[in-house]
């Protein structure tokens, strides 16, 4: 197993970092204030007694943010124990669906599926992924040269042990896991100094625009969605958001 040189991870963070940024940024210049509006639960807010409308934009554009920022972020972190495994195991990005990459020990073979936290799916996806680990092990049984296949679900954070989900699929999390694709114990901190690259001035730059996309809104609310004295028109929203039976 080779080990990662750390100037190898910081070019790859650096490269890597602000595409994140800017996905977060393209998923609010993407939406529009009716999809805000149509999206999400318009009793929530009139229970929360929010009364002007640039409170009411933000806390729109701030759920929708937290609902797309982990999954943006889980995918870089995805990416990057791809690019770790290949450069300390020789892995490499799997051809099969649900995988995201495999490596080979001897005889033996091991096929990795990276996902952000612990709560990542529900039933249904389980079970897919759980069909995709046993298609793919089958292609490979068939092979006289592969005496052992593994499947791993690898958690890029948390402190759960390590166990065997659904029968034959090991779960493994957290330092564990950046150790299985490092090779290093302390790896899951080294991590942790190269994300600060450029971040202020990426956070700024987006925090920037997501000021504006709040004025821009805030104006665009005011005009269709309140009356003459400033007035938060709920009817009017609500019937964007569920009318759906007609005059």
């Avoid at 999809?35 to 807010?45: C, G, Q, S, V």
């Avoid at 729109?60 to 195991?89: D, M």
């Avoid at 006289?144 to 999390?173: D, M, N, P, W």
């Avoid at 942790?192 to 987006?206: A, I, Q, Y």
Wanted: glycine content about 8%.
């Amino acid at each position: 197993m080779k080990q990662l040189q750390m100037g190898e991870l910081q070019t790859f963070v650096e490269k890597n970092i602000e595409s994140f940024h800017n996905s977060k940024l393209q998923t609010l210049e993407k939406t529009s204030l009716k999809d805000l509006l149509r999206r999400k639960n318009p009793y929530l807010y009139r229970a929360k007694h929010i009364t002007t409308a640039q409170e009411l934009v933000s806390s729109l554009l701030e759920a929708k943010l937290s609902s797309s920022e982990e999954e943006i972020f889980g995918n870089f972190l995805e990416s990057l124990a791809i690019f770790v495994a290949e450069k300390t195991r020789g892995a490499k990005k799997s051809s099969a669906k649900g995988i995201d990459f495999e490596y080979g020990e001897g005889n033996a073979r091991y096929l990795v599926a990276v996902k952000s936290g612990l709560n990542w799916g529900n039933s249904s996806q389980w079970s897919d992924l759980e069909n995709s680990f046993k298609a793919a092990s089958k292609v490979l049984r068939q092979s006289t040269r592969i005496s052992h296949v593994e499947c791993i679900l690898g958690v890029s954070y948390g402190r759960a042990k390590t166990v065997v989900k659904r029968g034959f699929i090991k779960q493994i999390c957290g330092q564990a896991f950046w150790h299985l694709a490092s090779g290093k114990k302390s790896f899951y901190i080294d991590i942790v100094k190269p994300l600060g690259f450029k971040s202020k001035e990426l956070n700024d730059s987006f925090k920037a625009r997501k000021s504006e996309l709040i004025n821009k809104f805030t104006g665009e609310f005011i005009s269709e969605f309140c009356d003459s004295k400033g007035k938060i028109l709920w009817n009017r929203i609500v019937e964007l958001n569920s009318g759906n039976l007609g005059d």
